[in-house]
C-alpha cells in the first residue's frame, strides 16, 4: 500500500515499525458542540484507512482523543449553566450518536484530556528541562527556536514564519511563534495542580502526550484534516521529538477541506452545517458515500443536489444487496451449473481491482467505482434460475468489498406489523383477482404507511418509503 506522506510530500509505500501492527492516531473533536460536515470528513478517511488496514490482516491500534479541555466547552458551559465536565461528556455522547449513524467504528481508545494531566505535565517538565519550554509567572511556552527541524511538516522557515506572526507589545513570550504548554489559571476556569502553579494545558501539548501514553514514542500513521497541518500538527512535532529525541510519526496523512456550494463553509455565511443538521433531512450513511465518492486530498464541494446524487448511489448498492437476499430465499437450485462456476470464479477479478484502488493511497472513489462495475455484473448474471451457489458466492463478494468501506451494512427490515402484511396479502388476492382497481388503492394505501412495493418478475418486494 503506498499512502501520501505530506512529511515527504510523496507517495511512499506504507511499512509499519512492526510488522503486522499498525499504531495510528486521529485528532478527534473539542466536545463542545455537534460536530460539522467539515469535522465528519476525516473521522470517516480515517476510520476506513483503519478498516482497510484491517482488511488486509494488520492489527491496527487506533487512538482517537477527545478535547475535554478548552476555551469553547468553558465558554458553552456558561451559556447552557453547566459545568465544563456536564458540557462535555453531553457532546461526547452526542459525537458517538452522529458517529454511529455515519458507520465510524468506535477507536481502539477515546483518551480524554482531562484524564491524561499527569502525563501532560510530566511531558512539559521533561521539555523545561531540556531547555525546550520556559515558565513565564506560571504561563509555560515552548521554545520554538531551541527546535532545530521547526517547520518540516508545513514546509516553512522559521525565518518566515516570524516575518508573518503577529506581534503582540504586551506579549510574555521570547518569540511571538512561541506557543503555550500550559496557561496559568483565570476566574472561573477549570484548573489542576502543576509545578507552575494552578493551570491547564494548552491545545497542542495534549495530543503529544495522549499519543505517547498509548502508542508509544513512535507511531506509525498520523492523521488529521489538512488545516491541523500548521501549526497543530507542527507543533505537535515539536513537543514529541523534542521530549523523546525520536521521530513522532512515519506517515502524515491529511485530507482536504470541504466546501459549500463552492464557498468555504462559515458561521458568519450561513452556510455551517452540522451533521445532526443535515440527519434532518438525509440518512447519515448517504452523507459516507458522499465523501467516499471523492479521493480523501481532493477539495470537495458539498450541495444538496450531490448529496442527492450520492443518496442515490447508496440506494443502488441497497438494491442490488436486497435483490440478492430475495433470489437466495427463493432459490431452488442447490449446486451451480459449470458455466456458473466459471463465472463465479470471474469474481475474484473485482476484489483484486478493489484492493488495487485501496492500495494507491486510499482511493475510495476508484474503489466505489469497482464496487459498482461488480453489481453491473451480478444484475447481468443473477435471476430467479440462479443457483444458491451462484447467488451466496455474490453476496460474499459484495459484502467483503462494501463492508471495507463501511456502505451498504444495514439489514433489510423484515418485520411489518400484521395490518400491513394483510394488506400486501389483499393486494396479492387482488391481482390474482385481475382486481386491479382494489390492487391500486391497496398500494396507495401502503404508500401513506411508508411501504413502497414494487411488482418484479420474481414477485412482489417491498420497502421503507
Known sequence: MKLYNTLTQQKETFVPIEAGKVRMYSCGPTVYNYFHIGNARPFIVFDVLRRFLEYTGYEVTFIQNFTDVDDKII??????????????????????????????????VHPKVSEHMPEIIEMIKTLEEKGLAYNVDGNVYYRVDAFNDYGKLSKQSIDDLKSGARIDVNDEKESPLDFALWKKKKDGEPYWESPWGQGRPGWHIECSAMSKKHLGETIDIHGGGQDLIFPHHENEIAQSEGCCGKPFANYWVHNGYINIDNEKMSKSKGNFFTVRDIAKTFDLEAVRMFLLMAHYRSPVNFSEPLLKQAASALERLYTAKFQMDFLLENATAKTATEAEQVWIDSLAKYKNDFIAAMDDDINTADAIAVIFELVRDLNSNLDATSSQPAIMASQNIFAELTTVLGLAVKEKETNLDEAVEDLIAQRQAARKAKDFKRADEIRDELLAKGIVLEDTREGVKWKKA
Not at 455522547?93 to 468506535?106: N, P
Open 75 to 108: 465558554n458553552r458551559s456558561h451559556e447552557e449553566g453547566i459545568s465544563p465536565g456536564d458540557v462535555s461528556e453531553k457532546y461526547i455522547q452526542e459525537y458517538f450518536t452522529d458517529a454511529d449513524a455515519l458507520g465510524i467504528k468506535r477507536a481502539s
